[in-house]
């Protein structure tokens, strides 16, 4: 089981700047991939960003490409999402997610954080 907390949404202007941060529980953590998630009101979830074990790889959604960077630390269990430049509709509940392997973290993951709200004001 792992048990992962998101933290560091909160309230922008447009273009300016947030990092959340995904704590996982488990001392295995580098051994899943991991990968954030979002859903805006009256909206289906969308994968945003995942990145393998060992941070070597990364996808993006095409809408946040150039803009938004994940990382992660695995002597510290977590893992990170930058984002620059928000855009108004970049506004969702954040979620982060986790699964052993890449391709199944950016569709269906076994674990699921709570959310961070990020709220984006033009």
């Known amino acids: 089981q792992v048990q992962l907390v998101e933290s560091g949404g909160g309230l922008v202007q447009a273009g300016g700047s947030l990092t959340l941060s995904c704590a996982a529980s488990r001392r295995t953590f580098s051994m899943y991939a991991m990968g954030w998630f979002r859903q805006a009101p009256g909206k289906e979830r969308e994968f945003v960003a995942a990145?393998?074990?060992?941070?070597?790889?990364?996808d993006y959604r095409d809408s946040v490409k150039g803009r938004f960077t994940i990382s992660r630390d695995n002597a510290k269990n977590t893992m990170y999402l930058q984002m620059n430049s928000l855009k108004p509709e970049d506004t969702a509940l954040y979620y982060c997610a986790a699964d052993k392997a890449l391709r199944v973290v950016r569709s269906h993951p076994g674990y699921w954080g709570q959310g961070t709200q990020v709220t984006v004001s033009s």
């Open positions: 990145i393998s074990w060992n941070g070597g790889n990364t």
